[in-house]
């Protein structure tokens, strides 16, 4: 089985902190995901990776950086954390060329900034 | 862009009954695929079932079955036989080959099944 492990799942930072937030998978997939999770709004896409050192910015990256230095491990991070930046945060990765097949998902790190 | 709506923000059903979730998505696309997400209480977010749009079979996992209507975009989970391991929010999710493209999700639907 896939097993996509998040370092944390919680973490309690204060304002201005640099934050990170580590996902790393097992199964050599090459598509790796950020998505926050917030009531009401769904899952809301911050970056994605399809490669090594490769990022792509999704549809709310305001704020956050990420970090592909190896296959395995995607890195998310918050520069100066601010307290609109509490949520859940999920991490995803898929195989290459695999659109059939389901993300898999690691089991989040709920992040409160204050 | 795909957009996604599930209209319904919480549901409940009776144990044993059935429920249908709703799904609407907007795309310009003939060709795509469509998942069925579920995130039980503090629990990993896993697939339900996933459709293929040029496949006019609708898909089917044991209890849970879809009514996909591509004509109407349209994508309904139905649950049979509700269990109490259903209460979960549940994630409608559109993707557009190639695999670049992230999914689309909706803004979910919080399913609580009563005993």
């Known amino acids: 089985d896939v097993k996509v492990t998040q370092s944390s799942r919680y973490l309690v930072k204060r304002t201005g902190e640099k934050v990170f937030l580590e996902c790393v998978q097992d199964m050599d997939h090459e598509n790796m995901f950020w998505y926050r999770q917030d009531p009401g709004l769904g899952l809301r896409l911050i970056y994605f990776?399809?490669?090594?050192?490769?990022?792509e910015k999704g549809d709310i990256p305001e704020g956050y950086s990420v970090s592909r230095e190896k296959k395995e491990r995607f890195s998310l991070i918050l520069e100066s954390a601010s307290t609109n930046q509490t949520s859940m945060y999920l991490c995803?990765?898929?195989?290459?060329?695999?659109?059939?097949?389901?993300?898999?998902f690691g089991d989040g790190t709920r992040l409160s900034i204050l | 862009a795909q957009t996604v709506t599930q209209s319904q923000p919480e549901m409940s059903v009776q144990e044993a009954e059935t429920v249908t979730l709703s799904c609407t998505y907007d795309t310009s696309e003939s060709n795509y695929y469509l998942f069925w997400y579920k995130q039980p209480p503090s629990r990993q977010m896993i697939l339900v079932i996933r459709?293929?749009?040029?496949?006019?079979q609708n898909a089917t996992e044991n209890r849970f079955s879809v009514n996909f209507q591509k004509a109407a975009k349209s994508f309904s989970l139905k649950i049979s036989d509700s269990q109490l391991g259903d209460t979960a929010m549940y994630f409608c999710?559109?993707?557009?080959?190639?695999?670049?493209?992230?999914?689309?999700f909706g803004k979910g639907t919080r399913l609580s099944v009563i005993a």
């Open positions: 990776s399809y490669d090594v050192k490769m990022k």
């Open positions: 999710a559109f993707m557009k080959p190639p695999n670049l493209i992230p999914l689309v």
């Open positions: 459709q293929e749009a040029y496949k006019q």
């Open positions: 995803a990765s898929t195989k290459e060329a695999a659109y059939n097949q389901p993300q898999h």
